[in-house]
Nanobody, 128 residues
Framework: QLQLVESGGGLVQPGGSLRLSCEAF????????IGWFRQAPGKEREGVSC????????DYADSVKGRFTISRDNAKNIVYLQMNNLKSEDTGVYYC?????????????????????WGKGILVTVSS
């Protein structure tokens, strides 16, 4: 059973940066596409970014394009989310999720309701 563990969250000031990590246990990550999702207080969980198993394709929510970068190191079984120029609206619990399937609506994406494996989440707070 694949297990995912997020790390790297915390409190950061607006304009600051954080790098989240999603480490996999119990399986080799190179079989899975990985998505990052977030949930702000009182809001539904939303997609942030997604990367295919090989890293050949990525997807970003419009709200984070140009500020966040997803990458992966399959040799280390880790996927990263580099978050720069953070804003207060980026505050929330961030989750990584994995699935062997690929979805496309024109471009590759990761549907929040269909991902098979989920981490427990990690809190990111952007505040001065």
């Amino acid at each position: 059973q694949l297990q995912l563990v997020e790390s790297g969250g915390g409190l950061v000031q607006p304009g600051g940066s954080l790098r989240l990590s999603c480490e996999a246990f119990g399986g080799t990550l190179d079989r899975y596409g990985i998505g990052w999702f977030r949930q702000a207080p009182g809001k539904e969980r939303e997609g942030v970014s997604c990367i295919t198993d090989s890293g050949s394709a990525t997807d970003y929510a419009d709200s984070v394009k140009g500020r966040f970068t997803i990458s992966r190191d399959n040799a280390k079984n880790i996927v990263y989310l580099q978050m720069n120029n953070l804003k207060s609206e980026d505050t929330g619990v961030y989750y990584c999720a994995a699935d062997t399937r690929r979805w496309y609506i024109g471009a590759y994406y990761c549907p929040v309701s269909l991902m098979s494996y989920w981490g427990k989440g990690i809190l990111v707070t952007v505040s001065s």
